[in-house]
Nanobody, 121 residues
Framework: VQLQASGGGLVQAGGSLRLSCAASGSILSIGSMGWYRQPPGKERELVAAKSSGENINYEDSVKGRFTISRDNAKNTVYLQMNSLKPEDTAVYYC????????????????WGQGTQVTVSS
């Protein structure tokens, strides 16, 4: 199982970016998918996560600005980021939890590679 993230880049404050992360590898089901970020010199933190149903969690500082969504048929999670601020600058990582593959293997969690988001003031 692999996660491939894309969509990072450089944007001015107030701008928008959309991150995508697709899971591949004969997947039958995924429990939750989400995004973490690691700002320079800081620890990794949860940004947003969405269950296979309707449960969604957001970090407080992104509420009202970021929107997480999933396409379960495509095993893909998205993060629409609006009204970006310089403090949103970080490497963003996607994660998928409780993955079941067609050969019956269960993967507790899989991380994607990071994608850099830089917001200039």
């Amino acid at each position: 199982v692999q996660l491939q993230a894309s969509g990072g880049g450089l944007v001015q404050a107030g701008g928008s970016l959309r991150l995508s992360c697709a899971a591949s590898g004969s997947i039958l089901s995924i429990g939750s998918m989400g995004w973490y970020r690691q700002p320079p010199g800081k620890e990794r933190e949860l940004v947003a996560a969405k269950s296979s149903g309707e449960n969604i969690n957001y970090e407080d500082s992104v509420k009202g600005r970021f929107t997480i969504s999933r396409d379960n048929a495509k095993n893909t999670v998205y993060l629409q980021m609006n009204s970006l601020k310089p403090e949103d600058t970080a490497v963003y990582y996607c994660i998928a939890r409780r993955i079941v593959t067609s050969n019956g293997h269960r993967h507790p969690e899989v991380w994607g590679q990071g994608t850099q988001v830089t917001v200039s003031s």
